[in-house]
């Protein structure tokens, strides 16, 4: 499967954005994904995940209550809205799948990333 990542942009602090994972492929209804994000000069960290339905989602602590995934198989695409934005947000933001019904925070448990696309929230 390919990922295709894009929504980022430039916000202001307290704004919101809605990055999209659009992938290609037939299966991707049975694919869990997740998005991670990495600032500059740090290692890329967990976001959010979903599972293969929609039925179950994760957040990390840091952007819980202010972003939600959600997913649309008919269009083979997952969507991350993210409300609330903080310049800490500020990152490259990726999207990532796996076959599989479950989920994961872990980076290595994915085996297909999109590209990256680029947020800044400005103070």
């Known amino acids: 499967v390919q990922l295709q990542a894009s929504g980022g942009g430039l916000v202001q602090a307290g704004g919101s954005l809605r990055l999209s994972c659009q992938a290609s492929?037939?299966?991707?209804?049975?694919?869990?994904v997740g998005w991670f994000r990495q600032a500059p000069g740090k290692e890329r960290e967990f976001v959010a995940t979903i599972n293969w339905s929609g039925g179950l989602t994760g957040y990390s602590v840091s952007v819980k209550g202010r972003f939600t995934i959600s997913r649309d198989n008919r269009k083979n695409t997952v969507t991350l809205q993210m409300n609330s934005l903080k310049p800490e947000d500020t990152a490259v933001y990726y999207c990532a799948a796996k076959g599989g019904g479950s989920y994961s925070q872990i980076e290595g448990w994915y085996d297909y990333w999109g590209q990256g696309t680029q947020v800044t929230v400005s103070s």
């Open positions: 492929g037939r299966t991707f209804s049975s694919y869990a």
